[in-house]
């Protein structure tokens, strides 16, 4: 049952793609919000907080406090995640291939994180030829209740596993993107924002680790 | 009034400490330097009250004398007399409902099988069923007044993983006095500390009043900032509270339920 609508509204989605922008982004987010309704398992938003937490503050330790390092290692424990889990994002969504970055951006907001985190950041910052945006991130989940160390707050970014969460995922649907943090409200700046800049799209013959 | 308040972690170990004071009414110097002991005099009357059957109503037998100041005879009778109290009071609603941590244990009061008739057990299972809304409300956590010292009041809350919320009340009365008339006292010269101590001690005159309801509130606000502090991955448990953003809720706090 379920399945039959996903398929009709992933057909409807690939109508879509040809109609306005508006009208896109209300498809997109009726569609997010329809699976995370129905489709999602969800889990206590403590534990889930609390877990990354902690792993935050492992890695502190075992790196001695170096942030850098820290920040490398979550980005690249989130692109891990993020390879497997377009594989889980496409499975449940079955959405066509985007025709162009603002559709990506769309589909991003709209449903991967509303899909997998309940939240659902703004695009803004657009660059005049549309291949970089930023994500704005008006709550923040991963970031509930912590504080960071005064040594922290010049270097570390927190939640830095959606940048490799990103990046995986997209680099997946043949997206090759830099993406990083500009600022965080845990450092006291005012907003939350991920860039998002596209490189270049990659070749689709050539599957990813056999150049 | 002004009141000296701590957050004491296991091992008698203080996380945190303040003074809360309208900018007009200081705590004189001589006092500052005794609260943590007059708290620190207390922080066993409120570990024996942890365990007791019903630590809530102990300011009922909590009169004016000073035998809780002494040593730990006068908290053993209150337990004797609130056991008396549980099997025969007329009230015994009130006064059977557990204590902290013993939640819904019917249990402790097994050793009263031989009075206890079919109207007992009904007073009984409806208690324990209050206790464990009591409970989540986290009520009985407030221990209301525990101890006190010529004057100053202590009061306390205990928090699920025993972590001691203390506060000493500062009787302010005698003490401006006292504070005024000793810097007068320090002006002239000699021996002014001993002339200090004996002053506010016997200046104090009464007892503070305390209004539990919103000391109540007060802690349970605490309780919950305490709560989330610990929720951050960056925190250390057991270790002082240094933020000074938790320091700036904690007195807004303060402000809102203790400086009318």
């Known amino acids: ?113 509303k899909v997998f985190l309940n939240i659902t950041p703004v695009v803004d910052n657009w660059s005049s030829n549309k291949d970089t945006f930023s994500l704005i991130l008006v709550e923040n989940p991963l970031a509930e209740f912590v504080d960071l160390p005064h040594d922290a707050k010049k270097q570390l970014w927190y939640s830095n596993i959606i940048c490799g969460v990103l990046k995986g995922a997209l680099e997946m649907v043949q997206l090759d993107c830099d993406i990083g943090f500009v600022s965080d409200v845990l450092r006291g700046d005012a907003s939350t924002e991920i860039r998002v800049k596209l490189n270049k799209i990659l070749k689709d013959e050539i599957p990813l680790g056999e150049d | 009034m002004p009141q000296y308040f701590a957050i004491i972690g296991s091992n008698d170990r203080p996380l945190y400490e303040t003074e809360f004071h309208k900018d007009n009414k200081d705590i004189p ?33 909590f009169g004016q004398d000073d035998s809780y100041n002494n040593d730990g005879v006068g908290v053993g009778m209150s337990i004797f007399k609130n056991s008396l109290g549980a099997g025969s009071d007329s009230n015994g609603m009130s006064s059977l409902t557990a204590g902290f941590l013993r939640s819904s244990s019917t249990n402790s009061y097994n050793n009263n099988d031989k009075n206890s008739t079919g109207a007992m057990n009904n007073i009984i299972s409806s208690s324990s069923n209050s206790n464990i809304q009591q409970i989540l409300k986290n009520d009985n956590c407030y221990l209301s007044r525990v101890d006190h010292f ?80 610990l929720l951050n991955p960056f925190y250390k448990l057991g270790q002082p509270i240094n933020d000074p953003e938790f320091n700036i809720r904690v007195h807004s706090i303060a402000q809102k339920y203790l400086q009318t």
């Open chain 1, 1 to 113: 049952m379920s399945k039959s609508r996903s398929s009709s509204l992933s057909t409807h989605a690939a109508n879509l793609s040809s109609k306005t922008g508006a009208n896109q982004s209300k498809f997109f987010k009726t569609f997010g919000d329809d699976i995370w309704k129905n489709k999602i398992e969800k889990v206590n938003a403590e534990l889930f907080i609390m877990t990354y937490g902690v792993i935050v503050q492992q890695l502190c330790q075992d790196f001695n406090n170096d942030y850098m390092k820290i920040n490398e290692n979550l980005f690249s424990m989130g692109y891990n995640i993020g390879v497997r889990l377009i594989e889980d994002f496409l499975a449940r969504t079955a959405l066509p291939r985007c025709p162009n970055m603002i559709m990506t951006s769309e589909v991003i907001t709209k449903v991967a994180f």
């Open chain 2, 29 to 61: 110097q001589s006092l500052k330097e005794l609260n943590p002991f007059i708290l620190h005099a207390s922080l066993d009357i409120i570990e024996d009250l942890q365990w007791q059957i019903q630590p809530n109503d102990r300011s009922m037998f």
């Open chain 2, 150 to 229: 010529y004057g100053h009041v202590v009061t306390a809350y205990i928090t699920y993983s025993g972590l001691k919320f203390v506060m000493v009340h500062c009787n302010t009365d005698g003490m401006i006095k006292d504070n005024t008339s000793s810097i007068e006292k320090g002006n002239d010269g000699t021996n002014t500390d001993n002339i200090n101590k004996d002053d506010f001690i016997f200046m104090g005159n009464g007892l503070v009043i305390i209004d539990d309801n919103k000391c109540k509130k007060f802690y349970q606000e605490i309780h919950e900032l305490y709560v989330k502090t």
